[in-house]
């Protein structure tokens, strides 16, 4: 079947076979199939969606389209996935503190995406740090040190690195299917015992209901379940920024504070544990008060002395972790943003919150764009807050002044503010075994 028999396929509400959607997928990796009929196919299935069996199939047609991990270690290979907020950094923390309690962690991350943050700018922001790396060397890593967050290489799911490019500026990052096969032939291919997902709800998020997070939860968790891999997720509000920083070099920082015990109460390591311990108790090997115990590794600098040990493994500086602020970017132009009026902070508009890192230069407009490490926003102020007119709300972190001043309005205007307290969601909404 040629491409384009496929997509008139899914335009009207069918579902190719099994053998079709794999032929699809290695055409995207040896691009037989062209971009325009890649985003052809993305946006049939935006519109029309597929079936269970078609999700299942196109996710492991597309882990299959490149090589796909084995390892033989003295312990679990497991995983978390996050689909996207504002201020998440989980993974900088999860990674190493997983690391530190005995568990291999082959973190495959992606780059930015919408109105929301990659793991891998994060990591970039760290000077040497390259996150892609050959298999082999993947695998020394992990075996070595216990965790990597890596890129997906031209070898793993080479399918799903197109169509995530393609996706990224065609509109059509929102739909059930692609983003259940984007993110599990990833972590599928990575050879994984269990894994865990972090779902988003909220303004910040991809998923700003329950119902539709609800949906993407469970079409990932059955999907993976089917695939053989040990799935469950939960979701998590995403209302707020997670941190109170949003960027790359900034939210590096915040993730640094929490692994080195100056944040043990934020809610970036109160999420950053209970997935943790959520996913150690998925296997069945945890004992008791195992949030204590991740919790110790903090406080005792072990899943600190992991990640910087990751870091100059990526080809990072040797004593990162000793004084991180020495060698992460900084920005030219450090502004406060003042609030307009007194009141409340009751919500914030979170797409447009997070387009602003895009107007600041940390995201991407376009896949090729380059993205300043330096810029974003730190001192984030939590809902709930009661502010006075002129109170800072955020700081902005910026390359020009014209720029900076374009921000602060742009995170005024996202700022809803309001004379009576409205109580902010509860961060755990649900969880899906």
Known sequence: MQPSELISLVKVGETPSTAELKNFCTGLADFSVSDAQGAAFAMAVCLKGLNVRGRKDLTLAMRDSGTTLSWNLDGPVLDKHSTGGLGDCVSLVLAPLLAAAGIYVPMISGRGLGHTGGTLDKMEAIPGVSVNIEVNKLKNIVSEIGCAIVSANSDIAPADRRLYGIRDVTATVESLDLITASILSKKLAAGLDGLVLDVKCGSGAFMTNLKDAEAL????????????????????????????????????????????????????????????????????????????????????????????????????????????????????VITEIPTLKAGYLNAWKGHDLGNTIIALGGGRRVQTDIVDPSVGLDQIQPLGSYLNEGDIIARVHASRTDIAQEVIKKVQASAIISSKKKNPNSLFLREII
């Open 217 to 332: 939860a469970n079409s990932l968790v059955d999907t993976g379940n089917q695939a053989g891999c040990k799935t469950s997720a939960i979701i998590t509000d995403m209302s707020q920024p997670l941190a109170p920083s949003m960027g790359n070099a900034v939210e590096v920082r915040e993730a640094l504070k929490v692994l080195s015990g100056q944040a043990n109460k934020s809610k970036l390591a109160e999420v950053s544990i209970k997935l943790a311990s959520f996913l150690i108790k998925q296997q069945g090997i945890a004992g008791k008060e195992v949030e204590k115990k991740l919790g110790d590794l903090i406080t005792n600098g072990s899943a600190l002395e992991i990640f910087g040990r990751m870091v100059s493994a990526l080809g990072g500086p040797i004593k990162f972790t000793d004084d991180w602020n020495r060698f992460l970017p900084e920005a030219t």
